[in-house]
């Protein structure tokens, strides 16, 4: 007997230390990841001044998550707070108390929103540059000067604080940061320009993609916490809902929040998309016809 529980007593103390030899090891690697240093030079681009540059660039700023994740004012909001994934929140973007340093360039903000490298060279933890990286150099110098328009606020910034579910999904590649992603050195901002077409809802749509997927067949969103919805299918295929939509659905959905039957979306998918324009809205529903229709999380 006594020797059973000895047996049973060094099985436990192995297990126990190898938990604590996987936490170590999985807290030595995310950080590793998340305090990694991108070396990028970026051109500097040619700000605007017009008022009409500035209601673009905040337009953009409205329809493509900044406000989302930085607040209305820019001077930050706390996108998750869970247990699991951490307490992350959108940096201050002003030049308040607690914002963005006099010295941050207009250099430094590309790198940031095309490359998702900060000023400092880490990779930028859930800000989604991916979606934001061929930006066409207008839309990216109206997006700045539209920035840096708006009037200093104080408040104190918080630097991300991921959580152990987040760190071993980071260890893992199911999480991965833009600066992992992004070609750096191949980048080439895009060509187009706003009109009711594919190519421009292409251009558009490129903000659906950190949620539904780079095939739009949605499913589960990686970066966000347990409790969100899988996003949709936004491709024809028969597993989703829109092959059975018309382009006014498609406008009410985004528009209003419900679906033709009335049911609501769930607030994950962001409210802020109402505010894209009709061009907007037209370009995306005649790009989302031309998409390979495929069965629902297949990304
Ligand atoms: C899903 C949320 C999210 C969205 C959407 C988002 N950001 Fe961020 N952003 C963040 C977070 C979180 C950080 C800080 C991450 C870190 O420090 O690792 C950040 C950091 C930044 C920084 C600071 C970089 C530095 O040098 O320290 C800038 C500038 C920025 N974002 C601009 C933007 C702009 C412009 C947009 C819209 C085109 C945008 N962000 C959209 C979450 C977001
Ligand atoms: C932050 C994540 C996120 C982003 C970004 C996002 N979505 Fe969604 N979307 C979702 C989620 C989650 C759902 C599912 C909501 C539900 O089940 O109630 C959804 C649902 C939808 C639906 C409803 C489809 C259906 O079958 O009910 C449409 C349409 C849609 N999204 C379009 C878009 C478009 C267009 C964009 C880009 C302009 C976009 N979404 C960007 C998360 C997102």
């Not at 017009?50 to 493509?64: I, N, Q, S, W």
Request: aromatic residues 8%.
């Amino acid at each position: 007997m006594r020797n059973f529980f000895k047996i049973v007593l060094r099985v436990l103390v192995g297990l126990v230390a190898l938990i604590a030899v996987l936490v170590v090891f999985v807290y030595w690697r995310s950080s590793a990841r998340l305090h990694r240093i991108y070396q990028v030079t970026v051109p500097s681009p040619a700000l605007p001044a017009d008022v009409a540059a500035l209601e673009r660039g905040h337009h953009l700023a409205a329809t493509r998550g900044c406000l989302d994740c930085h607040g209305t004012d820019l001077g930050g909001a706390k996108v998750i707070d869970d247990p699991a994934m951490g307490l992350i929140f959108g940096p201050n973007l002003t030049h308040g108390r607690g914002g963005l340093p006099p010295n941050y360039s207009d250099q430094d903000f590309v790198r940031a929103v095309r490359h998702g490298v900060a000023a400092d060279g880490h990779g930028l933890f859930l800000m989604p540059s991916d979606d934001y990286k061929e930006f066409t150099e207008s839309d990216m110098a109206d997006l700045i000067a539209f920035v840096k328009s708006v009037p200093p606020v104080d408040r104190e910034s918080v630097a991300p604080r991921v959580g152990p579910v987040a760190r071993v999904l980071l260890v893992a590649g199911k999480i991965k940061l833009a600066a992992d992603v992004i070609d750096h050195a191949g980048l080439k901002p895009s060509v187009v320009r706003p009109g009711a077409t594919v190519a421009y809802g292409r251009y558009v749509a490129a903000s659906c993609t950190g949620c539904h997927g780079a095939n739009f067949s949605g499913g589960k969103i990686d970066a966000g916490p347990p409790n969100w919805p899988p996003a949709a299918n936004l491709t024809p295929h028969p597993s989703g809902r829109l092959a059975r939509w018309t382009e006014s659905d498609f406008f009410a959905a985004i528009r209003t929040g419900r679906r033709p039957d009335g049911t609501p979306l769930d607030p994950v998918m962001p409210r802020a998309f109402a505010q894209l324009n009709d061009t907007e809205l037209k370009a995306i529903w005649a790009f989302l016809q031309t998409l390979p229709s495929v069965p629902t999380s297949t990304r």
